[in-house]
């Protein structure tokens, strides 16, 4: 719980926010990040619209 609150808590302070403008910055100034084509999208924020890798059967642990 107390993990929880404190990721709600620093999410709604903008600290997240802020470290990545801080950490995109930082690699800008050093040329690895040019314009936006280093900005990280994940299925969190855009629909991952063919899914993910299918799990494979579980195997029995019946003898």
């Known amino acids: 719980?107390?993990?929880?609150?404190r990721l709600?808590?620093?999410?709604?302070?903008?600290v997240w926010?802020?470290?990545h403008e801080l950490l995109l910055a930082e690699l800008h100034a050093t040329g690895l990040v040019q314009g936006r084509s280093g900005a990280v999208i994940?299925?969190?924020?855009?629909r991952a619209l063919k899914?993910?890798?299918?799990?494979d059967r579980a195997r029995s642990?019946?003898?």
């Not at 719980?1 to 609150?5: A, L, P, S």
């Open 1 to 5: 719980m107390t993990c929880w609150r």
């Open 8 to 14: 709600r808590d620093w999410h709604e302070a903008g």
């Open 17 to 19: 926010r802020r470290l």
């Open 42 to 46: 994940d299925s969190s924020h855009f």
């Open 51 to 55: 899914g993910g890798p299918k799990p």
């Open 61 to 63: 642990t019946v003898p």
